[in-house]
């Protein structure tokens, strides 16, 4: 696994995860070869990216029609390391690595029901202000959450 620079010890780096979401592999999420097509792996990680954001109450504020400021994926990549098959349980864990001015730096690990990792994945989130398009920083308030956030999955 050495293709993921953003991992330097896999057993290190997968036991800091504490929040996941589960799913299950729909039909129409296989290609011609029987197994997920690899776009929808970051259909999956947006789905547990948002149900973290649910969890630590971010997404009343982001989802309002009235919100002065939202969420961009500035980046997001994916390391594919097994095949996953069609009707699958999968859960995907997600955690806050890291907390700037205006983003987190969020990390992802697949886990199918053998306990074998299906896929890694990393990326950046920086919230924008819908009015200028341009970084909003995290008010003291919210980013003191984000890192309480990013400290429970350390532990």
């Known amino acids: 696994m050495a293709r993921q620079d953003y991992i330097s010890n896999m057993d290190e780096w997968s036991s ?6 589960e799913l299950q592999v ?3 999420e296989i290609d011609g070869f029987g197994h997920v097509n ?4 970051f259909t999956y990680m947006e789905e547990a990216r ?6 630590l109450g971010l997404m009343a504020d982001w989802g309002a029609p009235n919100s002065v400021e939202i969420p961009v994926v500035a980046d997001l990549q994916c390391d594919y390391l097994a095949q996953i098959m069609y009707d699958e349980k999968l859960r995907v864990h997600v ?14 690990l697949g886990i199918n029901e053998k306990q074998v990792p299906v896929f890694t994945g990393r990326g950046a989130i920086v919230q924008i202000s819908r009015k200028s398009g341009r970084p909003a920083k995290w008010n003291e308030e919210l980013k003191q ?3 309480n956030f990013s400290d429970k999955a350390r532990v």
């Open 16 to 21: 800091g995860f504490s929040f996941y979401h």
């Open 145 to 147: 959450q984000l890192n």
């Open 38 to 41: 690899n776009t929808n792996i």
């Open 26 to 28: 729909r039909f129409g």
């Open 95 to 108: 955690k806050i690595n890291e907390v700037g001015s205006s983003s987190i730096d969020i990390h992802y």
């Open 50 to 55: 948002i149900a973290m954001f649910k969890e």
